[in-house]
């Protein structure tokens, strides 16, 4: 089969929200390039493997490619995609460059290649990230496996904000927990929250393909009678009497988004209501230009600051309800 694949240059801070824009516009799937450099340092203190090509893209920078059908009109995609990104720059991210350019490609050229790529990947002391297409034999009995097909969902835990939010979670859950993952894209963090320890996950993706892929990967760790996905717009099904039976009790212990900033400080107030007293709020998802700005309406809101973590350009928030 042959797809129009349309290719973006824009910044790592932009990846997201382009991203989505070329979902919402009808992408068939989407592939994300940053900045490589194999001459830098990388941590393998818990073993991690590293096997991904150098690029010639600008630290800082990323390409996006949206795969769409070809009976699709390519010409209208483009024009709703350009002035979307352009929006971008009234919210103060900044999408860079953002030239746009198309070609032709068969399915097997984006499908299939990213995955030798993908490789099984250690992030934190007791959570290991393992492709369906790979074999891994853990090292210990306190290592976790959380089998991953991410799809054309978002989240193979390679990201910094994803690793970020793995290595936090392991600081936060207990056993027996209840916790809400808003943004769950290929479900990742929901699983992770099971295997450390939570006893349900309740997890929300405004988007339909995210829902189908965190599904599938719920069912593929055997995990359907812990997680229960639900297409939600942010916290909207908690307060909207959709008649969804929701399998956690309110209020919960731990929620956790990896989201971009300006959406987290959108649902804070909600955030905040759902959560226990002394409950955790995992924020995720923040470019360190936003890092202020997050921090200052979490304490606006009532929260209290205990753990900044970064890695790279990003920045994951762990805040207490007072």
């Known amino acids: 089969m042959i797809w129009k694949e349309i290719t973006i240059h824009t910044t790592e801070e932009a990846v997201e929200m382009i991203s989505n824009f070329l979902h919402e516009a009808g992408a068939g799937g989407v592939t994300i390039e940053e900045h490589v450099d194999n001459d830098k340092p990388r941590d393998t203190s818990l073993g991690q493997w590293f096997e991904i090509p150098p690029n010639d893209i600008p630290e800082g920078e990323a390409k996006i490619s949206g795969y769409f059908p070809e009976e699709l009109n390519i010409e209208a995609v483009i024009e709703e995609v350009k002035g979307r990104i352009e929006e971008l720059r009234g919210y103060d991210i900044d999408p860079g460059k953002a030239e746009l350019s198309v070609r032709d490609v068969s399915e097997d050229d984006w499908a299939n290649n990213w995955k030798q790529y993908f490789k099984p990947l250690r992030v934190s002391d007791r959570l290991t990230i393992k492709p369906t297409w790979e074999e891994y034999t853990p090292h210990s009995a306190d290592e976790h496996i959380i089998e991953l097909d991410p799809g054309m969902a978002f989240g193979t835990g390679t990201h910094p904000t994803t690793s970020l939010c793995l290595r936090t979670l392991e600081g936060v859950i207990r056993e027996g927990d209840e916790v809400i993952d808003v943004g769950t894209g290929s479900g990742i963090l929901a699983i992770g929250a099971c295997r450390l320890g939570a006893s349900r996950v309740l997890a929300l993706d405004l988007d339909p393909i995210a829902v189908t892929s965190a599904t599938e990967n719920t ?9 229960q996905v639900v297409e939600s717009d942010l916290l909207s099904v908690l307060k909207n009497n959709s008649g969804t039976d929701l399998q956690v009790k309110l209020p919960v212990r731990v929620v956790v988004a990896n989201i ?4 987290i400080m959108l649902f804070i107030d909600d955030v905040y209501q759902a959560l226990q007293p002394d409950g955790y709020y995992i924020a995720s998802g923040i470019y360190k230009n ?23 350009d990003w920045v994951a928030f762990v805040a207490r309800k007072r």
Not at 260 to 263: G, S, V
Not at 290 to 312: D, N, P, S
């Open 219 to 227: 069912r593929l760790n055997g995990l359907q009678k812990q997680i």
């Open 260 to 263: 971009l900033a300006e959406i």
């Open 290 to 312: 936003k890092e202020q700005a997050v921090e200052e309406a979490l304490v606006a809101a009532g929260f209290e600051i205990e753990q900044t973590a970064r890695e790279e």
